[in-house]
């Protein structure tokens, strides 16, 4: 039921994201988000930070061809939370970043091997922690605490 959880940028943010993406790659991501976990245990699951604003700072942009997105500083208050490990080696954290765009048969998970160039000036963009709940017929962003959701 919970996917994921994570940061999810509104309409401005998003229009900030893609006008400062550099290269469009075929397929846009249509939820753009920022991943703190996925499929969070139940003590891995966030509630108190649930539907509250955040501003998050994009530090960095990669493109290879198949992903394209830029990498990102968490803010002080958001890093105990941050624990998204790598799949291959699940004491090492991967890059904090948001996947923009891919080509045709990439994964948005690779994402965190692109090769992120600093950004010369550091963009803020506003987002809300949330959770992407994945239900037998549908998928959807929630902004209500997962204790509430798992009752509907």
């Keep these: 039921m919970l996917s994921y959880e994570g940061i999810f940028f509104d309409e401005n943010s998003l229009k900030i994201i893609k006008a ?12 753009i988000h920022y991943t703190f976990k996925y499929h969070p245990l139940e003590n891995e699951i966030f509630d108190e930070l649930v539907g509250k604003e955040f501003e998050i700072t994009l ?5 290879n061809g198949k992903n394209s997105g830029f990498q990102i500083k968490l803010p002080n208050e958001l890093i105990n939370y941050y624990i998204n490990y790598d ?5 090492k954290l991967k890059i904090p970043h948001i996947t923009t765009s ?3 048969g990439a994964e948005a998970s690779d994402t965190k091997n ?5 950004l010369e000036n550091p963009i803020t963009i506003i987002g809300k922690f949330g959770y992407w709940i994945k239900d037998k017929n549908k998928e959807y962003v929630s902004f209500e605490p997962y204790k509430n959701i798992k009752k509907i």
Excluded: K, Q
């Design 114 to 118: 692109l090769n992120f160039i600093p």
């Design 102 to 104: 891919l080509s045709e």
């Design 20 to 31: 400062n993406e550099l290269y469009h790659l075929p397929i846009l991501n249509d939820i």
């Design 87 to 91: 799949e291959d080696n699940n004491t």
């Design 59 to 63: 530090i960095g942009y990669g493109c």
